[in-house]
């Protein structure tokens, strides 16, 4: 078995910045990440024999995010890419698969920094070839420069829509329609929440307006409701949101797309701090779970830390300082710092995470994920993609005496697909929520189990021990 | 006024059988879980329902009633429960089991339809067994079903028939008045009744405790995997030749027989589903420890249990495993699940102990656990399986 | 490059030209893209259609944690958003949860 004083798991900006923190603490961690090269979704890499004309084009993420990466490449860790964490045993032995060979790890500290994915929005026709989450979309842009399609919906909430918007006007298309939820009025009388972070203010309105100025449809206060094709997107029905957030489907209309984009924020990855065993917390300004920690980034298991998305979805610059402490803390406990020289250290980086923090709440604020998205489902609406469970067979498993994510589980399959409820788990809570009046720490999360992805029999097999 | 006339603890498959045949008789049933779900233990199994390995006798008899009953429930309750009767293979991997199992085949055909395979007629049966497999005895009665989708259709079932199922409800003790049961103590204060059951599977003995009633009821870890949902690789259930009972059925094995220590097969099956929620799915277990109330996969397991697999179907190799979970199963000590009166507490029952035929018993138990306490004349003499009064701590008295 | 290529051509030179096979039809790549990447440039835009209800499915999150990309690549099921194209690769639709053919 092998053996490794710290196990970094996701090299993303968090792990990233933590793998250098504890090299720079003389520490020579393994940084596991599943992707073929590293950078996380944010700071996602084109393929290698990719070249880009004009570097400068690429955008601030993607410089600073590839100065990270050089400076990680080149540092005293063992980076493994193609490696996937996908079970925990013991107190610290992580199975892990390389391809076609499964290995057991024994570590003395892990720190996880597993990102964040797109919150799934399921409204009737979300299962349509054509609909993309909002970052899937900016994937494809980003680290493959192919465009989802020509006549494009981004709708959603939150700045990430903005982002993803540049991004298809920078590549081209036909037609640009952008949907956000919040409305105008909301929107400015929360400007101030964000006054005074100057540089995050500007990034905002460049974005705005590159968009104005392209002449994009843009409409506040709207919100997709349903996504029309044969075999893939063709229509889709947008409609206004009032005051109280209810949708005016009486006032809705059409718009001819290829492409619809969802984007209604971002979900920390907790698929191994659950399997781990750590205590997590349910955000209500987040709308997600988000595993325990303290202000060294320990959770309720000693000398398992998180960094990044996976612990509070706050953005890149946030991820990379929690990335730092985390190690931080990891180097005091294998003794490689003072309690002193560390909390010297991370005084300072901690001062940083006041602000950005600050920032992020903010933020929340101005685009309060909302629990009457759940309104949006139908009947029909497939809750479980991986298992096809329509929102009817959900809501009668309820009625039934369904309190936990996890007896809805047992009794429709939802979540027992593919993506071990990655997709329907958050909304299984939703819709309990509005079903039963229990909220989400009433109802527990749903129940994991290993492997975390699915893995070949064959390749579990050779490791007889 | 009394909370309910029967108090039944623990709805797993068998809590819940007995619950709802009480609920058919007119009695005012009240049925507790500690967890979220109905399920328990059951919800962690396999959910077999075969009779073709048991020996003529009190096992088959039992096995017998308990199909005809199986299926009643699948006709009267409302909710599909997914049994299906696929049929079941019982496998040979060298030459001395094959001739056992010939002989097998031979004497169950006078009460079980079943029939022999060759290879070849067992390779044209299932074209993906792997071709190490020499022969295999085969019934068509044999099958599964979904425990958990029987546990939530028998309280749906309990509730119809006027009764109640009370989830998240921890029963911390039974309480008494001068020996006789009363009730039971709750996180939530007391519940009164007139009789009550212990269904409560591998935390029965706990409860039993709590009257200074010693039940010999341990709890046997079994480990299982489920593959990712994938095309036809298996039509019947398998197993393997060693689950056989020879001794009992009357069949001599020769001194060189394979000893199922060795290789564990008698603890080993494979299923895929046919339909229902899990169907194209392909099931294989399992694994037998003893390591208390631990439910944790191991690494060891899951390397052995897949090695397993494409022992036996070669093209699972390139199959994904989706999960790996495992389940405590309550096994007696003697090898005889317990259901009865408990000795020197009046109006205390207990139900449980059946190991890895939990599913296979519970229609039955539950009846028999309903008539008895109803008064009825039971349709099956299960007394041999009555606990017996061995050592007692002091009886509690409440 | 054909006009309905939804490949991004401003500013960005790709690797090594390839052809793949989607279902039998010959489907232009380039070293490095997915396999996700290739079907929805080339507008291939159903990668499976699902087992109960037979729906077309093709990719959504992007990273491999959907698991609706799901398609046949040289007889094995893989997620077309992580797995690399290679010269003649054979992808195919995967119908359902696949056949014995897939398991050979």
């Known amino acids: ?302 000398g398992v830390f998180v960094a990044g998305d996976c612990a509070g979805v706050a953005g890149v610059y946030t991820a990379r300082e929690e990335g730092r402490i985390a190690a931080l803390a990891a180097a005091q406990q294998l003794g490689r710092l003072s309690a002193a020289e560390c909390q ?105 189990r290993p492997p975390l992805k699915p893995i070949e029999l064959g390749t579990l097999a050779q490791r007889i021990i | 006024m009394k909370t309910a006339d029967v108090i039944v603890i623990g709805a797993g498959v068998i809590g819940c059988n007995a619950a709802y045949q009480l609920a058919k008789r007119g009695m005012k049933v009240l049925l507790l879980d500690r967890a979220g779900a109905p399920g328990g233990t059951s919800g962690t199994t396999a959910g077999h329902v075969t009779v073709q ?77 792997s071709e190490t497999l020499v022969g295999a005895s085969f019934c068509p009665l044999d ?44 996180s939530e204060g007391q519940l009164s009744s007139q009789d009550v059951v212990l269904a409560a599977g591998v935390w029965t003995p706990d409860l039993a405790a709590t009257v200074g009633f010693d039940l010999p009821i341990i709890a046997r870890k079994g480990q299982l995997l489920v593959t990712e949902p994938v095309g036809r690789m298996l039509n019947s259930l398998v197993h393997h030749a060693v689950t056989i009972p020879f001794a009992a059925i009357g069949i001599p094995t020769p001194e060189d027989f394979s000893n199922p220590m060795a290789h564990r097969r008698h603890l080993r099956y494979m299923k895929q589903a046919r339909s229902g929620i899990f169907a194209g799915r392909v099931y294989i277990g399992s694994t037998s420890e003893f390591c208390g109330f631990d439910r944790a996969a191991t690494p060891e397991a899951l390397s052995t249990l897949a090695h397993y697999a494409t022992e036996i179907v070669p093209a699972l190799a390139r199959v994904r495993l989706l999960r790996a979970w495992a389940g405590l199963r309550p096994r007696s000590k003697d090898g005889k699940f317990k259901v009865g009166r408990v000795p020197g507490v009046p109006h205390l029952y207990v139900a449980t102990g059946h190991d890895s035929a939990g599913v296979l018993y519970s229609a039955v138990t539950g009846m028999y656990l309903a008539q008895t306490i109803a008064g009825e004349q039971p349709l099956a003499d299960l007394s041999m399986f009555a606990p017996v009064a061995g050592t007692q701590s002091d009886v509690r008295k409440n | 490059m054909p006009d309905r290529d939804l490949r991004v051509v401003k500013d960005i030179h790709r690797g090594e030209p390839y052809e793949i096979d989607v279902d039998g039809a010959r489907v232009p790549a380039y070293e490095g893209e997915t396999i996700a990447a290739v079907l929805i440039a080339a507008g291939h835009r159903v990668f499976r259609r699902t087992a109960k209800f037979n729906e077309p499915r093709s990719g959504y999150c992007g990273m491999g944690i959907c698991f609706d990309c799901l398609v046949v690549a040289d007889g094995e099921i893989v997620r077309a958003c992580m797995t690399p194209v290679s010269r003649d690769l054979r992808v195919r639709t995967l119908i359902g949860h696949g056949g014995p053919a897939e398991l050979r």
């Open chain 1, 1 to 302: 078995m092998t053996r490794a004083e710290l196990v970094i798991v996701g090299a993303g900006p968090a792990g990233m910045a933590a793998a250098l923190e504890a090299a720079e603490a003389g520490i020579r961690p393994m940084v596991l990440d599943e992707n073929l090269q590293p950078g996380g979704q944010i700071y996602r890499q084109l393929p290698p024999r990719f070249v880009v004309s004009d570097a400068q084009s690429q955008g601030k993420d993607a410089l600073e995010g590839k100065a990270l990466i050089r400076r990680f490449l080149e540092a005293p860790i063992e980076y493994r890419p193609g490696t996937l964490v996908w079970g925990v045993f013991g107190d610290k032995q992580l199975g892990i698969v390389d391809g076609k060979t499964v290995e057991y790890v024994q570590a003395e500290c892990v720190i996880i920094a597993a990102g964040a994915y797109d919150r799934p929005m399921p409204i009737p026709g979300w299962t349509l070839p054509g609909v993309f989450s909002a970052g899937g979309a900016q994937l494809f842009i980003k680290s493959q420069r192919v465009l989802p399609g020509r006549r494009v919906l981004v709708a959603g909430t939150g700045p990430l829509l903005l982002v993803v918007a540049t991004h298809f006007l920078a590549a081209g298309v036909e037609s640009l329609t952008l949907c956000e939820l919040s409305c105008m009025r909301r929107l400015w009388r929360y400007t101030g929440k964000v006054w005074g972070h100057w540089g995050l203010l500007w990034d905002g309105w460049r974005y705005l307006s590159r968009i104005r100025r392209a002449g994009v449809r843009l409409m506040t206060g709207h919100v997709v409701t349903q996504i029309f094709g044969q075999d893939q997107v063709e229509e889709a029905a947008i409609a206004p949101v009032d005051e109280e957030g209810r949708v005016r489907s009486d006032r809705k209309g059409l718009v001819a797309v290829d492409a619809v984009c969802l984007g209604y924020g971002l979900l920390p990855s907790t698929e191994l701090t659950r399997l781990y065993g750590c205590r997590h917390n349910f955000s209500e300004s987040q709308l997600a779970w988000v595993p325990a920690c303290d202000s060294k980034m320990e959770t309720s298991i000693p």
């Open chain 1, 344 to 448: 010297r250290r991370m005084d300072s980086i901690h001062a940083r995470l006041r602000r950005l923090r600050r920032f992020c709440a903010a933020l929340d604020d101005i685009y309060p994920p909302a629990r009457r998205l759940v309104d949006l489902t139908t009947d029909e609406t497939i809750i479980c993609r991986c298992e096809e469970v329509r929102a009817q067979a959900i809501w009668s498993a309820i009625a039934d005496g369904a309190g936990t994510p996890t007896e809805i589980k047992m009794w429709t399959g939802a979540g027992m697909g593919r993506c071990q409820g990655r997709m329907c788990g958050p909304h299984l809570g939703l819709m309990l929520a509005r079903g039963t009046g229990l909220l989400e720490p009433a109802q527990g999360h749903l129940s994991v």
């Open chain 2, 53 to 129: 390995q048991r020996a003529a006798g009190a096992f088959r008899d039992l096995t017998m009633t308990s199909f005809a009953l199986m299926k009643e429930l699948a006709k009267e309750l409302d909710t599909d429960f997914e049994y299906i009767q696929t049929g079941g293979l019982i496998v040979a991997e060298n030459e001395t089991e094959r001739e056992l199992l010939k002989q097998f085949v031979a004497i169950q055909s006078a009460h079980l339809p079943m029939s022999f395979l060759e290879a070849q007629e067992l390779r044209a049966a299932e074209p993906f067994l």
């Open chain 2, 143 to 186: 099958g599964y079903l979904n425990p958990m989708l029987l546990c939530r259709a028998l309280c749906r079932g309990i509730i119809r028939q006027g009764g109640t199922v009370r989830l998240k409800t921890v029963v911390t003790g039974i309480v008494c008045d001068q020996g006789v049961a009363v009730g039971v103590a709750t």
